[in-house]
């Protein structure tokens, strides 16, 4: 069982530049969630998706987009990548009802912004 | 608003030692659901257990147990003889129903607590 898979687990990206991390999940969760983790702040909700074509957002929005075409995948973009996007990444999903079922989480994407 | 606390930022105990990591909650919802989840080093989150705001008993698995109470709006863990593999970072996190989370399931997380356990 996959569960929830994140990539790329690593990266490092110059200022300005670019890219998306990708999360797919196998368990036609219909709740997605990305965070990020800064060090001793805890985990910050950035965007999530109630289900396939609807995303809204989090707490730190600023700097990403999200996309929700289909239930399995939950890419999340940077646009113009800056220092203080450099975080550990993490998705998220969730079955049954919203708010009783477990969060399965991925195993994170370290991003480093240069 | 809905907050999680964790005043502990880090704790360090000896081996065997028993550890109360402590967790204080804000919320207006009168439906509610708590969690606690285990980071250890290598990076992963674990979940360890969920409550919900109408079960007040506490819960017990193996030498962990949770005390919730909502008097005081606290959800502590204790970790009863420490091991060196209890050595995480523990977050726990609440999910509202009407004031927060609005039926999205989302999670508020506290700045979590770095645990330490020495041989």
């Known amino acids: 069982n996959a569960g929830v898979t994140q990539t790329p687990k690593f990266r490092i990206l110059k200022i300005g530049q670019s890219m998306t991390l990708q999360c797919t999940q196998d368990?036609?969760?219909?709740?997605m969630y990305w965070y990020r983790q800064d060090p001793g702040m805890g985990l910050k909700l950035i965007y999530y998706s109630v289900g396939a074509g609807i995303t809204d957002k989090g707490e730190v929005p600023n700097g990403y987009n999200v996309s929700r075409s289909t239930t399995e995948d939950f890419p999340l973009r940077l646009e113009l990548a800056a220092p203080s996007q450099t975080s550990v990444y993490f998705c998220a999903s969730r079955a049954g009802q919203p708010n009783t079922g477990e969060l399965f989480f991925g195993e994170g994407s370290r991003l480093t912004v240069l | 608003a809905q907050k999680v606390t964790q005043a502990q930022t880090e704790i360090s105990v000896v081996e065997k030692e028993d550890v109360t990591l402590d967790c204080v909650y804000e919320?207006?919802?009168?439906?509610?659901?708590l969690f606690w989840y285990k980071q250890p080093p290598s990076g992963e989150l674990v979940f360890l257990i969920r409550?919900?705001?109408?079960?007040?008993q506490n819960e017990i698995s193996g030498r962990y147990s949770w005390n919730f109470q909502k008097s005081t709006s606290s959800f502590n863990f204790t970790i009863t003889a420490s091991q060196v593999v209890d050595s995480a970072v523990y977050f726990c996190a609440l999910s509202g129903t009407i004031h927060g989370s609005s039926n999205t399931g989302k999670l508020i997380f506290g700045q979590g607590t770095t645990l330490q356990v020495k041989p």
């Open positions: 368990m036609n969760h219909n709740y």
């Open positions: 409550r919900n705001s109408f079960d007040e």
């Open positions: 919320t207006r919802d009168t439906t509610y659901y």
